[in-house]
Structure formats: structure tokens, C-alpha cells
């Protein structure tokens, strides 16, 4: 009897199982050495895509575990998208949806990875302008992002080494700016939780004041007043808020 003619799918879908993992056994009819040729330029783009994006989480880990990471990536993931960003998006997700060990190991990696990814996404990320009333201030002039970390990974490079790691809770606000470069800046406690409101929606003066009367009770009108006008000046400072013509309380 002869053999059934095996299908398309069938032969596709031995290919792409081998192109993951090259230690299924090899269909007779594929030559090893150009399946190989196949995998090493599959395997190469997606690591140089990864290790694009992740270049401080990359310098970490010890090599060894960081190249297996890509390989499990590689091998059991399902990438939909060519593209590097979505690619190092759905490694960092892949690890997450694992549960992966490599973040009990490293209680901080999660979060480098996010940060490093949303430097891409801000890079690459289309920001319309706010449309803004001339009449009104505390309007943020741009989208931004305000994000709270256990550990700095905002502050760490590629020369961070695992003995300078502490664990240091902290806000950030991140944006975009003019010249289309990220900037990143530290804030307290309380003008995170007002950046953030202001973020979501328009507020006059009054709202903010009643946000910081309900986070810190114990401050007087005064004190209130102040942690306002500083606000303010930061904002300004930074060109991200709108400041009227008529209101000259904070020169630049």
C-alpha cells in the first residue's frame, strides 16, 4: 500500500515545531543543514530584538540564564507580530503569564522590564497634543506617566551589578518631550497621587486641594497652599502644565 502523500499543514507545521525546538527528531524529507541555516536566523532576529530592548535586565543575569530565557521564549511562546517592540512586549509578557522562577530569583526584574520596555514604547508611541483653554490652567500640555516601583531600575544602566541592588520605593512620572526624549523625574508621595489625577482629567485649583486635604489630613491651610504652589512650580518648571497669559504667579 502506499504511502499517504503527507499535507502541507502537516509539513508547515513540522517545520515551525523543528524551528523551535531542534531536538524533535528531524522529518526525513528536510536537510538539516539548511533547517539549521532556517533556525539560527529566526533565533538570532528575536534574541537581537530582545537584547535591543533589554539591554540592563541582559547585562544582570548571568549570560547562560539569560540565553535560556530567550530559548524557552523561543520554543514555547506564540508570537503573533514581527515587529521588535511587539515581539519584546510578548517576551516580557511571556514571563509574567509563567509566573516564571527567574522572578522569585530576582525580585526585581519585573519591574526593570517593564521600565525598559515602556523607554521603547515612548520612543515609538503616538502622542497627540491636548487641545487646551487659553482660560484655564492645570492642564497638563502632554500625555504622561506616572508609575510607582519597589526597586529604582529607572536609575540603573548596564554597569549595575547585583550587589548595588536595594530596594528603594519610589514614584516616577515618565514622558515625551518637545525634542521627542524620555524624561524621567522623581516625585514624592503626594504629587503622584495629584500628577495622576491631573493625568486623567482636567482640575482646577480647588480639586487639587481637596485631593491633598483627604491624603494628608494633618495639613493645615497653609501647608496646603504651599505643597500647591510647589506643584506648580515643578510643572512649570518642566513645561507641563499650561499656564494662562494673565496668570504670571510662576515666571518659567
Known sequence: MEAKPVSFHTTQRQFCDWIRDPELELPQNFA??????????????????????????????????WQQLLIEFFQKSQCHSPFY???????????????????????????????EWLELYLDTVEIKSPILAQEQDWQLTTQLWVLVYQYPVYDWTTTMTLEQIE?????????????DQVCVEALS??????????????????????????????????????????????????????????NDEIQG
Open 189 to 246: 508621595p503626594l504629587f503622584a497621587v495629584l500628577i495622576e489625577q491631573l493625568s486623567q482629567k482636567r482640575l482646577v485649583q480647588q480639586d487639587l486641594h481637596d485631593v491633598i486635604q483627604s491624603f494628608l489630613p494633618e495639613l493645615s491651610e497653609q501647608e496646603i497652599q504651599i505643597q500647591i504652589y510647589e506643584l506648580k512650580a515643578l510643572l512649570t518648571r518642566l513645561r507641563l502644565i499650561h499656564v494662562p497669559h494673565n
Open 167 to 179: 530596594r528603594v520605593p519610589s514614584a516616577i512620572m515618565v514622558w515625551r518631550d518637545a525634542l
Open 85 to 115: 517592540n511587539d515581539i519584546s512586549l510578548q517576551f516580557r509578557e511571556y514571563l509574567n503569564e509563567q509566573q516564571h522562577f527567574v522572578f522569585k530569583q530576582y525580585p526585581w526584574l519585573a519591574e526593570l522590564l517593564q521600565y
Open 32 to 65: 538539516i543543514d539548511r533547517m539549521q541555516i532556517y533556525r539560527d536566523l529566526l533565533f538570532n532576529n528575536v534574541c537581537s530584538f530582545i537584547n535591543l530592548v533589554f539591554p540592563v535586565a541582559r547585562s544582570m543575569l548571568p549570560e547562560r540564564q
